[in-house]
Nanobody
Framework: QVQLQESGSGLVKPSQTLSLTCTVS??????????WSWIRQPPGKGLEWMGA???????YYSPSLKSRTSISRDTSKNQFTLQLSSVTPEDTAVYYC???????????WGQGTQVTVSS
């Protein structure tokens, strides 16, 4: 059974870069056909798909976040990471990593991690 665990800083200052890592167990992020996503949910709002990286390392981003988002991976550690630059308080959210592409395709989720943007 696949398990995903988010880790990273829970408090980020405005204008800085948010960085989160998702550690995967029970499946390899290089398994053919696989997609690995980052999804967030701001307080009082719905889920927002941010982007994904596939088994070959190709990346896909939400158009609304593309200019600030970077997703990468470390295959030796079976991890993928999210970097979101120039954060504002509007980026405060619970951030999830998931196996699958897009909200509809995400089948397995991490427990989520709260990130607050505040000075």
């Amino acid at each position: 059974q696949v398990q995903l665990q988010e880790s990273g800083s829970g408090l980020v200052k405005p204008s800085q870069t948010l960085s989160l890592t998702c550690t995967v167990s029970g499946d390899s992020i290089t398994t053919k056909g696989g997609f690995w996503s980052w999804i967030r949910q701001p307080p009082g709002k719905g889920l927002e798909w941010m982007g994904a990286i596939n088994y070959s390392g190709s990346t896909y981003y939400s158009p609304s976040l593309k200019s600030r988002t970077s997703i990468s991976r470390d295959t030796s550690k079976n991890q993928f990471t999210l970097q979101l630059s120039s954060v504002t308080p509007e980026d405060t959210a619970v951030y999830y990593c998931a196996r699958g592409n897009g909200l509809a395709g995400a089948r397995d989720w991490g427990q989520g991690t709260q990130v607050t943007v505040s000075s």
